[in-house]
């Protein structure tokens, strides 16, 4: 922990700040920062990787989004998400950028000792907004959950093929399924124990393949598909990590009712 002795400093010691003084103590909130949130997020966070911290919820639908307030951490960093409303152009997608604005209250503009008027108290933000995809710093769906909060995604269909991801615990909700479906893992930023649920209703004599990729241990713990018209469909699928034999393991359960 970063700290500055002023155990010499009094009422007739003063103490000259330099540069480095300052850095120092910015430093000490960005270094407990980021201890924190390897703590919350289970693992050292990926640098590129975007994860809410609270809030940031879209209750918007389509191109019409309204996402709340929240924060996000992201690069060691820690930066407050203010609430928006705004109907993405087509084509477009909600796009965060970082915005910096300054803090004026009796701060900014500084006057420094050559004369010179400098804005230095910076408010650094993530702002979402209608863009590209990919022109911003982070698009909102790249965005992650820190791990122990369940995602609720609801999906029109199952597709023929589809991929589970264990970047944080997820509940998938599909309208219906029309075809044979291909279960696969991709295991990119995996975190030990995530569980993601699957939901769906099979039409008659459809079948469910789960297919275990190269370098992986896909184990079926219990249960079977029912492709009966209209009978719905659980799978549980967790992930264990790196097992013995250094392959991502995955143990999961087919629940029908």
Request: with cysteine.
């Amino acid at each position: 922990m970063r700290k500055l002795d002023v155990s010499a400093v009094s009422g007739s010691i003063g103490l000259p700040v330099k540069s480095g003084t300052l850095n120092h103590i910015q430093l000490a909130y960005q270094e407990a920062l980021t201890a924190l949130a390897n703590s919350i997020i289970g693992r050292l966070p990926d640098i590129y990787n975007f994860y809410i911290l609270y809030g940031c919820v879209n209750s918007g639908s389509g191109l019409n989004y309204n996402i709340s307030a929240g924060a996000i951490y992201y690069n060691g960093e820690v930066f407050l998400v203010d609430a928006t409303i705004f109907t993405a152009s087509s084509g477009q997608v909600a796009v965060g950028t970082i915005v910096t604005t300054q803090y004026s209250s009796n701060a900014d503009p500084v006057t420094f000792t050559d004369g010179t008027l400098r804005s230095i108290h910076n408010i650094q933000k993530i702002i979402f907004a209608s863009a590209v995809s990919g022109s911003g710093v982070c698009d909102y769906s790249a965005a992650l959950q820190v791990p122990g909060v369940m995602v609720a995604d609801y999906e029109a269909t199952l597709p023929s093929t589809y991929t589970i991801n264990f970047k944080q615990d997820q509940s998938i909700y599909f309208a219906s399924a029309t075809v044979n479906s291909t279960m696969t893992f991709d295991f990119t930023n995996a975190v030990p124990g995530t569980v993601v649920r699957l939901k769906w209703t099979f039409g008659a004599g459809l079948t469910l393949n789960i297919n275990t990729p190269s370098g992986a241990t896909v184990i079926k713990d219990s249960g079977n598909l029912s492709s009966v018209a209209s009978a719905n469909n659980l799978l549980y699928c967790i992930y264990l990590g790196l097992n013995a034999a250094g392959n991502n393991e995955v143990s999961y359960t087919l629940k029908q009712y």
